[in-house]
Nanobody
Framework: QVQVVESGGGLVQAGGSLRLSCTTS????????MGWFRQAPGKKREGVSC????????YYADSVKGRFTISRDNANNTLFLQMDNLRPENTGLYSC???????????????????WGQGTQVTVSS
């Protein structure tokens, strides 16, 4: 059974920090990439960050580069997103998902990912 569960969201004021976790089971991490996406009500999912599981290469949306850090714990099959200096524009439902490592689609394309979790809500107040 494939399972993806996000946690760590919450309410924080602008300038604060949150650390999101994505615990997985039933997935192969030697040949996949994992991504974090944000979705606001009535809006489409937007790519936040992505990491290649084996190589560790990282990618970030321009809007979060320098403030967010993606990482993974190979031994525990867990993905993290450290979010610092949060802004109200970062508010949304954060979900993680995987896709084949060798995908030709851009890393930020949600249609290329599968095995989505339920998401964890991040709300940043001003």
């Amino acid at each position: 059974q494939v399972q993806v569960v996000e946690s760590g969201g919450g309410l924080v004021q602008a300038g604060g920090s949150l650390r999101l976790s994505c615990t997985t089971s039933g997935l192969t991490f030697t040949d996949v990439a994992m991504g974090w996406f944000r979705q606001a009500p009535g809006k489409k999912r937007e790519g936040v960050s992505c990491i290649s599981w084996s190589r560790g290469s990282t990618y970030y949306a321009d809007s979060v580069k320098g403030r967010f850090t993606i990482s993974r714990d190979n031994a525990n099959n867990t993905l993290f997103l450290q979010m610092d200096n949060l802004r109200p524009e970062n508010t949304g439902l954060y979900s993680c998902a995987c896709r084949p490592f060798g995908s030709d689609a851009p890393w930020y394309d949600p249609e290329s990912y599968y095995s989505w979790g339920q998401g964890t809500q991040v709300t940043v107040s001003s």
